[in-house]
């Protein structure tokens, strides 16, 4: 299982951007795709999650401004972000968990390459 992680850059405060996350491999099925973020020196957090069935969950500083979203025939995951702030800056991973490959479920998380997000003027 392969992530390709894309669309991290500089931007302003109030600005957005949208981060792409596409996973490759002989996969069945995913459970939950999502994402979590990293600033050096603090513990890895989750940013928003999704599930197979539509449910998603966000982590209180982004409810309202992210969203996380996916495409399950393609197997890639979106996170849309608005009205970003400076303390949004982070490192960006993308994960995939609950994942059934050739007929094998796999609940171990697969993650992606980060992708560096950074708000400032």
């Known amino acids: 299982v392969q992530l390709q992680a894309s669309g991290g850059g500089l931007v302003q405060p109030g600005g957005s951007l949208r981060l792409s996350c596409a996973v490759s491999?002989?996969?069945?099925?995913?459970?939950?795709m999502g994402w979590y973020r990293q600033v050096p020196g603090k513990q890895r957090e989750l940013v928003a999650a999704h599930t197979r069935i539509g449910t998603t969950n966000y982590e209180d500083s982004v409810k309202g401004r992210f969203t996380v979203s996916r495409e399950s025939g393609e197997n890639t995951v979106y996170l849309q972000m608005n009205s970003l702030r400076p303390e949004d800056t982070a490192v960006y991973y993308c994960?995939?968990?609950?994942?059934?490959?050739?007929?094998?479920?796999?609940?171990?998380?697969?993650w992606g390459k980060g992708t560096l997000v950074t708000v400032s003027s």
């Open positions: 994960y995939v968990s609950g994942v059934t490959i050739k007929g094998s479920f796999y609940n171990t998380p697969y």
């Open positions: 491999g002989n996969i069945d099925q995913i459970n939950v």
